[in-house]
């Protein structure tokens, strides 16, 4: 028995002799390597990293962080929107450039944080609003870094950071950008990866991303598949999904004003936009006159033959049997009206910013969210039925509508009929987004999840600290 625990006492002190010799592996460390990720648990882990340092710092110091982000959005917008359309070949330069510029200026930061304090007999309760952690974010190719960059501002107020896989299409000027942000934000405060990229983004990395136990939210600003995908995860999704906002213009409106906004609207970066107007219901009335308008506003117009031409080249067929179904042919995608009218043999002048014609509700331009700088207008009898085929063709989307008119009741039934998260009244439909109107700017806008268009506190969840029967001050003592 004593030679027994002598030999397990000289076991014990052999195996801790050993271990005290073996050196210590000091934890890997990602500083350095700028948000710029291969491998999703790398890329999580660093954010990880990140959001630990983070909740260290002071709001302050986030503010300092968002601003490095706007300045870098700001000054740079140039730079980094040629880069985003050579990258991605869709769209138009001009509003590549001023997206990136507009979100720096205009996207709510830390000052969008409120508390709220309920004083009564039994003390005091306070609710502060509180980060996630590290949020999985899903970036579309129509706005690869500006959905970044915006998305980024909003979840770092809120005290987060974020693992991005961006659309493979704008992969490069992405990665550019995120390199961009964390340098300066590193350089200043010595935190890296606030912001963790995929550099080469699948569909397999963003399921990755959708499982991984490190991400705690998940924000998705895409199509419709990616807005399943991101729902049937299993975790909390906000999901900025598709939209197809139809127009309606009553015998009432102001043709020439409502012409102008329908162009500035649907001319936006060759119609990327999910708020964009994809399609017009004019009555009867006004149809005619309105046309004209648009024509003397500068948009082109299509005669049947044209437009027959053009959905034949544009528009195209995916799937089979019951999942048929009619999709915007890629090569014509955000390409410039001009590309558009070459393409059915027909020569507009280059700067041209919208083609239109008539055309009736079968046609695949009115039912298809088609993202190109063209606009079918369906003569219709009344308001009434505008109304019903503009509810019908947004397809329960829930996202944008627009209407041009002077009548209040029509405007009003209108809003109640179609029930979407941004409805524009007598303007472009940017002016939704506050470009042009009121409000706060965000190309995220979680229409299918309800919290519409997104601010720091959509990326925060409440926390509750109560005193009880103590600091009331109000009473006599």
């Known amino acids: 028995m004593q030679a027994t625990e002598a030999l397990i006492r000289n076991v014990v002190a052999e195996v801790l002799a050993r271990i005290a010799t073996v050196p210590h592996t000091p934890q890997r460390s990602f500083a350095g390597r700028y948000g710029i990720f291969t491998c999703v648990d790398e890329a999580v882990a660093a954010a990880s990293e990140a959001f630990d340092r983070l909740q260290g710092c002071t709001l302050a110091d986030r503010k300092r962080i968002i601003d490095h982000i706007r300045r870098i959005s700001i000054e740079q917008s140039v730079e980094l929107g040629t880069m985003e359309m050579e990258e991605t070949r869709i769209g138009r330069l001009e509003h590549k450039i001023e997206k990136l510029r507009v979100l720096g200026e205009r996207t709510p930061g830390v000052e969008f944080l409120r508390s709220e304090v309920f004083s009564g007999d039994h003390g005091l309760a306070v609710i502060e609003h509180a980060p996630f952690g590290v949020i999985g974010a899903i970036t579309p190719v129509t706005h690869s870094l500006p959905t970044i960059t915006g998305n980024a501002i909003s979840m770092i107020a809120g005290g987060n950071t974020l693992v991005v896989n961006p659309h493979p299409s704008g992969k490069r000027v992405a990665a550019e950008g995120v390199r961009r942000f964390n340098q300066a934000i590193y350089r200043d405060l010595g935190i890296d990866n606030i912001i963790a990229l995929i550099a080469e983004p699948t569909l397999e990395t963003a399921q ?10 998940i924000c998705v600003t895409g199509g419709p598949a990616v807005a399943r995908a991101a729902m049937n995860s299993g975790k909390r999704a906000i999901v900025a999904g598709p939209g197809n906002p139809p127009v309606v213009v009553d015998e009432t409106a102001d043709l020439d004003r409502a012409a102008r906004c329908i162009i500035q609207g649907a001319a936006y970066d060759n119609n990327l936009l999910c708020i964009g107007e994809k399609e017009v219901f ?40 019951e999942k048929k179904h009619d999709v915007p042919h890629k090569d014509f995608l955000g390409q410039d009206a001009a590309v558009l009218a070459r393409g059915i043999g027909k020569d507009v002048p280059p700067k041209t910013e919208l083609l239109f014609g008539e055309t009736d509700e079968t046609n695949p331009f009115v039912s298809v969210e088609q993202m190109m700088p063209f ?27 627009i209407i041009h008119s002077t009548n209040v009741e029509n405007m009003t039934r209108m809003g109640r009929a179609l029930d979407t998260t941004l409805f524009i009244k007598n303007g472009p439909s ?44 109000l009473g006599k003592p």
């Not at 006004?286 to 003397?296: C, G, K, P, Q």
């Open 375 to 401: 606009v079918p207008f369906v003569r219709v009898r009344d308001v009434d039925e505008a109304i019903e085929k503009a509810r019908f063709y947004e397809h329960g989307f829930r996202h944008t509508a």
């Open 282 to 321: 004019a009555v009867a009335e006004i149809f005619d006159a309105l046309l004209a308008a648009m024509e003397r506003a500068g948009a082109v117009r299509l005669n049947a033959r044209e437009v027959d031409a053009l959905t034949a080249r544009c528009i195209t067929s995916v799937g089979e049997g």
């Open 208 to 217: 990755a991303i959708f499982k991984h136990r490190g991400i705690a939210l």
């Open 430 to 473: 940017m002016a939704g987004l506050g470009l042009g109107g009121e409000g706060y700017l965000s190309f995220s806008i979680a229409t299918p999840t309800g919290e519409g268009v997104t601010t720091p506190l959509t990326f925060t969840r409440e926390r509750r600290c109560s005193m009880i029967d103590n600091l009331r001050i």
